[in-house]
């Protein structure tokens, strides 16, 4: 299998470095964890610099086994869930006077509820022990499409809800295996027709060997789900073992991603290489506060 050489546009600018290592120390101190870290995430620095983090909550092993992710998969990585980890997000977010919080989590089809309890009462922290201008964003699971579970995190009012489709739908058969990108769909349609004041916001990666024309549809897809917010992102394999990059998306592309999905309506699209799904998040403030 020829390894394609990574062009230069996707050298990503090590901004941040000494934030960072305050941040990964500060995690240590409480003894949570982040994507950021467990995913190689290139923007790392950037994102701490901004006063944005993400933390992953519900242990580091996930019940899924999509062919894209370094997250850990084995049965034996699962851990109950951890009680302390609420508290401990609030108040590392208080002292790292963090002003725009993403919460994401594996997927834990192992637990009755998915992990919605864990959701809500990280909310419930963030909102007693931070300042009230903080602004909460849940990168959810599919929550293997119980609407009931999303109808209680809706209730609890974040201000972004996020839930990825990753890939176009031709391809994940071979991308995200157990996940199904029409469950992923009802779930944002649903968050939205539950509380239309809901901001919405999903992603996904080009260069699976994903076409144009497929990219456009999974975009039509999500606004006519209602979602508001778009990332899109180069797909970088993890490791070799992972699933094998089809092509470097030039620059000219994602741009022209940008511009059709403003015409489309997205409130926000954030499509470039180095774009993750939290990369700049905090700029749903402007919309957040309309
Ligand atoms: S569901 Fe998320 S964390 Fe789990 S394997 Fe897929 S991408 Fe990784």
């Known amino acids: 299998m020829e390894i394609l050489r990574k062009p230069k546009w996707l050298k990503s600018k090590k901004l941040g470095a000494k934030n960072t290592q305050v941040i990964i120390n500060a995690l240590r101190k409480y003894h949570l964890h982040t994507?950021?870290?467990?995913?190689?995430?290139?923007?790392?620095?950037?994102?701490?610099?901004?006063g944005t983090a993400t933390f992953m909550i519900l242990g580091e092993t996930c019940t899924r086994n999509c062919t894209f992710c370094a997250i850990d998969k084995t049965k034996e990585g699962l851990k109950p869930v951890d009680t302390n980890e609420p508290e401990a997000i609030a108040k590392l977010s208080k002292e790292l006077d963090l002003r725009y919080i993403v919460i994401t989590t594996v997927t834990r089809d192992d637990l009755?509820?998915?992990?919605?309890?864990?959701?809500?009462?990280?909310?419930?922290?963030?909102?007693?022990?931070?300042?009230?201008?903080v602004s909460i964003e849940?990168?959810?699971?599919?929550?293997n499409g119980d609407l009931e579970q999303l109808k209680r995190i809706v209730k609890a009012r974040p201000d972004v809800l996020n839930h990825n489709v990753e890939t176009v739908s031709r391809l994940y058969k071979e991308v995200r295996p157990i996940a199904d990108l029409n469950r992923?769909?009802?779930?944002?349609?649903t968050a939205k027709s539950t509380d239309n004041?809901?901001?919405?916001?999903?992603?996904?990666?080009?260069?699976?060997?994903?076409k144009e024309t497929e990219v456009l549809e999974l975009m039509k897809s999500l606004r006519d789900s209602q979602v508001d917010i778009v990332t899109i992102g180069q797909y970088m394999p993890p490791s070799r073992s992972h699933y094998p990059v089809a092509e470097y998306i030039h620059p000219g592309t994602f741009a022209f991603y940008k511009n059709e999905g403003e015409k489309m309506g997205f409130e926000i699209v954030e499509s470039a290489p180095l774009?993750?799904?939290s990369f700049h998040a905090e700029r749903a403030k402007k919309i957040i506060n309309k």
């Open 184 to 189: 992923s769909l009802n779930i944002l349609q």
């Open 138 to 143: 849940l990168l959810i699971s599919d929550l």
């Open 275 to 277: 774009v993750r799904s």
């Open 112 to 133: 009755p509820d998915g992990g919605t309890s864990q959701f809500l009462e990280v909310i419930r922290q963030i909102r007693k022990l931070c300042k009230p201008d």
């Open 197 to 210: 004041s809901l901001i919405t916001k999903s992603g996904f990666m080009v260069g699976l060997g994903e």
């Open 35 to 50: 994507v950021c870290e467990n995913a190689k995430c290139p923007n790392q620095g950037e994102c701490f610099e901004n």
